[in-house]
Every structure is written in C-alpha cells, then in structure tokens.
C-alpha cells in the first residue's frame, strides 16, 4: 500500500521550446498525488499533450525537472516506463486486427512472458467489458470500444501511473461515462493513479480529485473542483417570497451568520453566503419566524467555466474541436 502522501508526478520549472521557437510549456510547477485522479484542464493548444509526452518519457524538456514516482524522466526513462501506462491521444489500436490481437501485441512488446499473457490480457479485456468482442476486428468497434481496447492494452502491465491523454474526446456521454466507471474500478482495485487531459470542464469536475488547469504553457489554477469554485466567489440564493420583503425579513436574513449582501427587489430576495447548502435551513426557520413563504429558491453557483474564465482570462471553446473528433472517427473508419 502507497503511503498517503506519496507524490507520483513532480515537476518544477519545466519549459519546453519546440524546434522552430514555439515555447509550448512557459515554467511548469505541478505536483500530483498518488492514487487520485488528476485532471490537467486546458484548451487546444495549451501544452497538455506537450507535458504528457514528457512525462512520458518521449519528449525531452529544453530545462526545468520532472520526476515520476521519484524518477527523473530525462535521466530515468527506462524505469519510469515499466510503471507507467499511456494513452495517446490519436488512435494507438490495429484496427484490421481483433482485440485480443492487439493485447497480444501488446503483451510482446511490454515483454509479458508467454506463459502469463492468457491471464494477463483476459484480465485487461473482462475488465475493460470487451470480453465478448475480443475476437472481433476492432474497425467493427465503436469509439467508445476502442478506447477502452486502448486503456486495457496499457492495463496490461497493471500500471502504478495510468497516463490518458484526451480519453473520451468524440465519445457519447454513455461511452464517456462507461470508460469512466471501468477506470474508476480499476483505480480503486489497483490503487493506481490516474492522470489526465481534458478539455471537457465536466469531466474534470466529475471524475478528478485535484484539478490544473493550464493555459499558453502555464499553469494558472490548481486544486479540488471545490477550491477551485470557492476561490473565484461566493454562492448566490435567488428567493421568490409569496409578498414584498419588508425591513424585518431582511435584517432576520442579514443577520444570519456567514451571511453576506442581501439584495431586495420587490418580492425577489437575492443573499450572498460561502455555502449555500449549510446556510438555507436557518434562512428557511427566519422567514418562518417572520410568517413569510418561499414560492421558489434557487442557488447559483460559480462553475468551472467561471474558475477557467477568471484564471486564464477567456473561455474554453469546443467549437474548434469538431475538426479533431472527424479526424479520429476518419482513422476509425480507414483503419
Ligand atoms: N512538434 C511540434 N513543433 C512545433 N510546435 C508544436 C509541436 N507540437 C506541438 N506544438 C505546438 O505547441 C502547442 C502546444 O501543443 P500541445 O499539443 O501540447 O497542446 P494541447 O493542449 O495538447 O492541445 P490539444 O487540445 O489540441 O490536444 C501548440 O501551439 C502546438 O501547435
Ligand atoms: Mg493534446
């Protein structure tokens, strides 16, 4: 068993400067504990693959420092490689093969020795829930289904660092949630470490334990989902009352602990607070006290997007992406 503080991921002041001049990581500081989920949310060409690709092992920093489990991945390569696993983002399947092909290609290739690569690649493919369509050419396979071949073929060495770069980009929500909840279990079973890009926010905020979030090379935010949201602003209750607010409902409300700004228009009662969960049942025991319903309460809450917006100082566009799903479903098809 890890210990509960072990780091799995290091990297200080990392830069890379692609041939040409292109400075793609600007001084990279990260670190990731072992055994959670770890997201690394940012737009197209914000350095995600760039850092994955050194971390890796398959990409050399121009300076700065980058250690997995301890292991220095410029100076270490071939140690880091036996206990990670890797997910490109582009197609890494046959697909004029069947999937138990592609496992035992695999198993080659990691170097599984022959009398345990049966176990070995039935284990990764029942745990993938590809059991049944192993024998099958994987051009028959869905995108959710060949990504899932994908992660079973980098499961086969049972990883401690499982690397996944984009893992459901141009899949369905029910193949993305699918790949998740094999991932899930295979995390919790294995205690492996999951590291991944997105640039799906609600994946991010669904499946992570601590979020980054990098833009133009850097990193501009880290933490949970929750810090992240609860470091940008606070909660907002929207009150719809059955009668206008008078200067006695309010001064109740305003004097609510760990209450904010209270905003009366009419009937509409806006109340600033840190948590809104803790705060509503004593805001719904004051207008209680002061005979006055509720018709309708709200919470707004500031998102991802909003964390992403106020860091890095635009938006998240996915339109850009379409051109980058009809490539890999090309791949898919041409095989
Ligand atoms: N081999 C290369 N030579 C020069 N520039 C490159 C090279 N590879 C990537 N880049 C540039 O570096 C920047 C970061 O690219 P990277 O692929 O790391 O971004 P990303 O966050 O993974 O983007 P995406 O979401 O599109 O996958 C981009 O501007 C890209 O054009
Ligand atoms: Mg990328």
Redesign the pocket.
């Given at each position: 068993m890890e210990g509960v503080d072990e780091i799995a991921v290091e990297v200080e002041g990392l830069v890379k400067v692609?041939?040409?001049g292109?400075r793609?990581l600007d001084g990279v500081d990260l670190e990731v504990r072992a055994g959670g989920i770890f997201a690394l949310l940012?737009p197209?060409?914000?350095?995600?693959?760039?850092l994955m690709r050194i971390l890796t092992t398959q990409l050399r920093p121009t300076s700065g420092r980058a250690r997995v489990f301890g292991l220095d991945v410029a100076r270490e390569g071939a140690k880091v490689r036996k206990l990670i696993g890797y997910v490109p983002?582009e197609i890494s399947v046959w697909t004029d093969i069947s999937g138990y092909e592609n496992l035992l290609a695999y198993a080659e290739i990691y170097g599984i020795a022959p009398g345990e690569r049966g176990d070995a690649i039935w284990g990764a493919l029942e745990y993938m829930g590809l059991g049944d369509v192993a024998h099958n050419l994987v051009k028959t396979y869905s995108g959710g289904m060949i990504r899932r071949l994908e992660i079973a073929c980098a499961l086969l060495i049972k990883p401690k660092i499982m690397f996944l770069d984009?893992p459901t980009i141009g899949l369905d929500p029910s193949a993305r949630k699918l790949v998740w909840d094999k991932l899930s279990s295979f995390k919790r079973e294995y205690g492996t470490t999951i590291f991944f890009?997105t640039?799906y926010m609600d994946e991010a905020d669904l499946y992570s334990d601590e979020i980054a979030i990098i833009n133009a090379g850097r990193i501009v935010a880290s933490g949970s989902s929750g810090e992240l949201k609860r470091s940008i602003g606070k909660e907002l209750i929207l009150l719809s009352l059955d009668g206008p607010a008078g200067d006695g409902v309010l001064g109740r409300i305003g004097g609510l602990g760990s209450v904010g700004h209270v905003i009366a228009n009419g009937s509409e009662v806006s109340v600033v607070v840190e948590d809104a969960e803790a705060v509503l049942p004593a805001l719904m025991e004051a207008l209680r006290a002061e005979g006055i319903q509720a018709r309708r309460v709200s919470i707004s809450k500031p998102t991802l997007d909003d964390v992403f917006l106020k860091y890095a100082g635009t938006r998240i566009e996915s339109a850009g992406r379409m051109s980058e799903v009809r490539h890999m479903r090309r791949r898919i098809r041409g095989g």
């Open positions: 692609y041939e040409g292109f793609a940012g197209n060409g914000a350095g995600k693959t760039t983002q984009e890009n640039h």
